[in-house]
């Protein structure tokens, strides 16, 4: 008998949170922006792509996906504290 073991779901729990990922470690950027961030993908992209003259906030963290359609985009799970705080940073200093 060939007993296949389960294959086991790669997830991460991050500020309360928990997120899957594939095996490259990226996570769904729309997960991250609903669960962390409270805004729709549409919305917390800009927060990547400047579009809307938003700051960029991610031009040194692992993205992946064509960040004109942002229902592609991942962040790896390493990097999304620090996209995260940057984001709620940029929030607080202009009261948002």
Known sequence: ???EQPQQENSVEILGMRFKYDDDGMVKFGDVARGLLNQQCQYASEYVTGIGN?????DDLRISGDKTFYHNLKIHKDD?????NRVQEYRKERGL
Do not use: E, G, Q
Not at 54 to 58: C, Y
Not at 80 to 84: D, E, L, R, S
């Open 1 to 3: 008998m060939n007993f």
């Open 54 to 58: 938003s700051p960029t906030f991610a």
């Open 80 to 84: 999304i504290v620090t996209f995260v």
